[in-house]
C-alpha cells in the first residue's frame, strides 16, 4: 500500500496547496480536496457555520468518510495520496482513520494566525464575501489547536516555510521517502 496523508489546519494554512506539492514529489500521486468532495452535494448542502447543527455534521462525517474512500482506493492502486482539511473536533482524524487505518500519516500545518490571515489577504478579491467568515474561523481553529492535544501529529510549523521547504518538514517527519 502506498502512503496517505491527512493534511489538516486553519484555512488559509497553505493546506491545498502543499497536498498538491507533496503528492507531485511521488511518481504517482493524487491530492483530494475535502472542501470539494462535500461541494459534489448538487442540493441539500448545510453551509458551514459556526452552528454546528445535526445536519452538518452528518454531512461532514459523510464527505470524510467518501474522500477517505476514494484514498484507499488509490492507494491499493499504488498511488500516494494528501487528503485536505480543516481542523475540526477533538479527533479530527476519526472518520479518516476508521478507513484509511492507524498508518495515516497524521500532518498539522501550523502556521503563525498572523501569517494565515496574510496569507488570506494576499489570495486577491475572489471570495471576498467569505473573508470575514475566514478570518473567524482562522482565529476559531487556531484557539481550538492551542486547547487541543496533538498527540501523534506532526505538527509544522510554516510560518516562515516556503511550499517546498513545508513539504520537505512534512517527508522529514514522517519518514516517507517518495518513490
Do not use: C, N
Not at 16 to 29: D, K, M, P, Y
Not at 35 to 54: A, I, N, Y
Amino acid at each position: 500500500m502506498s502512503d496517505a496523508f491527512l493534511i489538516l489546519g486553519a484555512p488559509a494554512a497553505g493546506k491545498s496547496t502543499v497536498a498538491r506539492a507533496l503528492t507531485r514529489r511521488f511518481t504517482r500521486g493524487v491530492h483530494i480536496p475535502v472542501d470539494d468532495v462535500r461541494h459534489m452535494v448538487t442540493s441539500g448542502l448545510v453551509d458551514m457555520s459556526f452552528e454546528f447543527s445535526d445536519e452538518l455534521l452528518a454531512q461532514l462525517a459523510l464527505a470524510h468518510e467518501a474522500a477517505a474512500l476514494m484514498a484507499r482506493t488509490y492507494t491499493r492502486g499504488g498511488f500516494a495520496v494528501a487528503l485536505d482539511d480543516f481542523w475540526f473536533g477533538v479527533q479530527p482524524e476519526a472518520d479518516y482513520a476508521r478507513v484509511l487505518g492507524p498508518d495515516l500519516h497524521l500532518v498539522l500545518l501550523r502556521p503563525q494566525r498572523a501569517a494565515a490571515l496574510a496569507r488570506l489577504s494576499a489570495r486577491g478579491t475572489d471570495g471576498d464575501s467569505f473573508r470575514p467568515l475566514l478570518e473567524q474561523a482562522i482565529a476559531f481553529v487556531d484557539d481550538e489547536l492551542e486547547r487541543h492535544p496533538k498527540t501523534d501529529w506532526h505538527v509544522i510549523d510554516s510560518t516562515r516555510l516556503t511550499v517546498e521547504e513545508t513539504v520537505d518538514a512534512i517527508l522529514h517527519a514522517t519518514g516517507v521517502q517518495p518513490r
